[in-house]
């Protein structure tokens, strides 16, 4: 497998060794090791006894709040309710634990606590009941109560590692960046903000099919918009390669003003050069001179920029308001 200047492969698996030896291009970044902790997933879930009552909730809720989920399998709505009450404890990351009682097996406990309906869930912290809910709940539910239990939860270790990565990316820091978006994907090979990261790097070092590869591994993923984004940026560099030159194209807008496929063109090979506004410039003085040009084509375009750049770019965000001025006003 090829290497590029940061020193990762272009393509990931869980076997891949990131700290492989580099290209003579430039020094790879030092490797870069990271703790994201156990990946969010299904939430671990005991089942009690009557017996276990008393260490498992009344001394566990001591340390962390403790739902108490008391079910039977004939209930529908326990059935309903377990994936969503397990999944939004999973996302707590360890702030709350969850038990379950069977109450055909153990009735002793819902009894004594008067409850007579269920599902029903508890929460009990230092040893006493908080608080309650009854019925089945969506997940978005479920989690405000956890919140207003545990508190709201702070940033994971993935979320603070993907934001350093993008914060080195956009300061020009791209060894970095690639350091921490490799060390996360030796540990999360699938991990779709990571790999669409590590894709934007590529693109800009004009390495367009090793970004490809890395688009190809995330599947069938739709919706993302780091990777939409990092699609539309791979189309957008292939179309900055067919193009030609600045000189060839800007002599020929200086012979021709209202060569709009000049201009057309020069404003991708500007944008495939990072000069974001220059090129959205170009597009808007076509737009303003000539709107049905090739079908509203540099409206087209522009908007294949900002999907490119993402929503909350600098550059998006001021050409949104020029191009809504001149269509508007």
């Not at 997940?139 to 080195?168: D, V």
Request: contains cysteine; aromatic residues 6%; charged residues 25%.
């Amino acid at each position: 497998m090829s290497t590029d200047k940061y020193g990762f492969g272009s393509q990931f698996s869980a076997g891949v060794n990131y700290d492989q030896k580099p290209s003579q291009e430039q020094p790879a970044a030092a490797p870069v090791t990271l703790d994201l902790g156990t990946p969010a997933g299904p939430a671990p879930v005991k089942d009690i006894s009557t017996a276990e009552f008393m260490t498992e909730v009344i001394e566990g809720s001591r340390d962390v709040p403790v739902l108490v989920d008391f079910w039977a399998p004939w209930c529908g709505p326990c059935k309903q309710l377990a994936p969503a009450l397990e999944a939004a404890v999973a996302k707590a990351n360890g702030r709350v634990r969850l038990v379950k009682m069977n109450i055909d097996e153990h009735p002793e406990v819902a009894g004594q606590m008067g409850i007579q309906s269920i599902p029903a869930v508890v929460a009990f912290v230092n040893g006493q009941p908080r608080d309650a809910f009854m019925g089945a709940k969506p997940e978005q539910e479920i989690a405000k109560f956890i919140e207003k239990l545990a508190g709201p939860s702070g940033p994971s270790k993935l979320e603070e590692a993907l934001e350093m990565a993008a914060n080195l990316a956009e300061q020009g820091q791209a060894g970095e960046a690639a350091g921490i978006y490799g060390a996360i994907l030796q540990q999360q090979p699938d991990n779709a903000d990571a790999l669409a990261g590590y894709g934007h790097l590529l693109v800009k070092e004009g390495k367009i099919e090793e970004a490809k590869s890395v688009l190809e591994m995330a599947g069938e993923v739709s919706g993302h918009q780091g990777l939409e984004a990092l699609r539309a940026a791979i189309d957008l560099a292939e179309q900055a390669g067919s193009v030609g030159d600045f000189a060839e194209l800007e002599a020929k807008l200086a012979a021709d003003p209202g060569d709009h496929q000049a201009r057309f063109d020069l404003a991708i090979a500007l944008n495939g050069a990072g000069k974001r506004e220059e090129a959205a410039d170009h597009l808007l003085e076509i737009i303003g001179k000539n709107r049905e040009w090739q079908e509203d084509g540099a409206r087209t375009q522009l908007l294949k920029f900002f999907e490119s750049w993402g929503p909350t770019d600098p550059a998006t965000l001021a050409t949104r308001r020029k191009l809504s001025s001149l269509l508007f006003s």
